[in-house]
């Protein structure tokens, strides 16, 4: 018989606040993290903004030593995942068996940054210049890897690398792994850190991200001049956790994981599948696996990147899911505030998808202002919505035609 998991800690960093509940305050009040690119200097890019996270002191989570040996990303996964567990209560060899709690952290590039460097270094200075730590610096599993010698988590230990799907597939793959009595708990989520020279670079030639230099309306989700998404970094963490090893320790809850759908387009290496048709196919997948009628969804926490194609599919994929229903329920892209996580950004909004059944509040989708003729859905324009939240379902779409979409609902 499947166990129930629950989520009963979270951790962020994010391009809004070093934490996920500062974070979270500023995602209700329709704040916007982007700014301008302060990484490098923009002058010969024709992209100027990013959602960057801003005064992270590596020393507030770990040893400095340690953190420098460690890629940005891995120093995001580290202290989100520590957050996560001060949050949960848990204390691994004390409250918790470090056997019977494992590690799936995801990232779609990796330490990009930390090679990107190394590469500069072995250009002028020769091989024997570059950093010893250079692999385990941008190998995206060590996000997941350092976690657990941080924390001491000895169960399963593992790293989806799925695109911009990673954080969303990692919580399902991690779920699954709960759900089937294999552990107690989980630490999971996504981490990025690719605001660099070369990934705006490569992302701009391929003409996906947004060339409005305005950061006040750069990332606008479902709006009819939506131009292209704007690259963010940080990281989302969750502590998965069996139901009745939950209550046995009195932990807290925030909501129940209950589906999780994860498919494949098989269509094209950046374009989703017309008509979003592997997004509907994951939707339905995660509908089934949680035993939910569609008409029970209350919230969809969209990919919403602001892109022409992934914007216009993602409503129709909707649309073809729910049926009259799709017009009922409220959909809301919080990209339009953190801009693009890439790898992390699922495990943020399956974040703010159970804050907002905790609060009763649907994150706005912020910068809307024209709407396109395609696009009639309740994208909650600008002003977060009050309401009671039974259910919600949040979906990540990745380049290679990765889909995952996780539905939690009210414990």
């Known amino acids: 018989m499947k166990k129930r998991v629950v989520v009963t800690g979270i951790g962020a960093v994010t391009p809004l606040g070093n934490d996920a509940f500062s974070t979270w305050e500023k995602i209700k009040n329709g704040h916007s993290g982007i700014a301008p690119i302060t990484k490098f200097n923009t002058e010969n890019y024709i992209v100027k903004v990013a959602g960057e996270v801003k005064n992270f002191s590596p020393d507030e989570f770990m ?57 500069k270094r072995f250009l002028d200075k020769g091989p024997r210049r570059v950093n010893p730590f250079t692999i385990p610096m941008f190998i995206p599993d060590m996000a997941a890897g350092r976690v657990s010698i941080e924390l001491g988590a000895k169960g399963i230990n593992n790293c989806s690398v799925t695109a911009c799907a990673s954080g969303a597939n990692s919580i399902g793959d991690a779920f699954r792994v709960v759900q089937n009595g294999d552990i107690d708990m989980m630490i999971a989520g996504g981490t990025e850190a690719a605001i660099t020279e070369m990934t705006i670079s490569g992302f701009t030639n391929m003409t996906a991200l947004s060339t ?47 589906g999780y759908g994860a498919t494949g387009d098989a269509f094209h290496i950046t374009t989703p599948a ?29 990919h919403g990147t602001s892109t022409p194609y992934n914007d216009l599919y993602e409503t129709q994929a909707i649309k073809a899911v729910f049926g009259e229903h799709a017009y009922k329920l409220s959909v809301s892209s919080t990209k339009s505030m953190t801009g693009h996580l890439l790898g992390a950004t699922g495990a943020v909004e399956a974040i703010f998808s159970l804050l907002s059944i905790k609060d009763g509040i649907i994150p706005p989708t912020i910068n809307y202002q024209t709407p396109d003729d395609e696009l009639d859905l309740d994208y909650v324009p600008n002003v977060a919505k009050t309401t009671n939240v039974e259910v919600a379902l949040t979906n990540s779409l990745g380049f290679g035609g990765h889909n995952a979409t996780l539905i939690f609902k009210k414990y």
Do not use: C
């Open 212 to 258: 409005n230099p305005d950061p006040t309306s750069a990332s606008r989700p479902f709006d009819k001049n939506r131009d292209g998404f704007v690259i963010a970094e940080g990281a989302g963490i969750l502590i998965l956790e069996e139901l009745e090893h939950a209550l046995a320790r009195g932990a807290k809850i925030y909501g129940e994981l209950v």
């Open 274 to 302: 017309p008509q979003g048709e592997g997004a509907q196919r994951a939707m339905k997948v995660a509908l089934n696996d949680a035993g939910l009628l569609p008409e029970s969804v209350d919230y969809i926490n969209a």
């Open 63 to 119: 040893d400095i030593k340690e953190a420098r040996r460690m890629g940005v990303f891995t120093q995001y996964a580290v202290a989100a995942s520590k957050m996560a567990i001060q949050d949960a209560g848990v204390e691994i060899g004390s409250n918790v068996d470090p056997e019977r709690i494992g590690v799936w952290i995801g990232s779609g590039i990796g330490g990009l940054g930390e090679f990107e460097d190394q590469h």
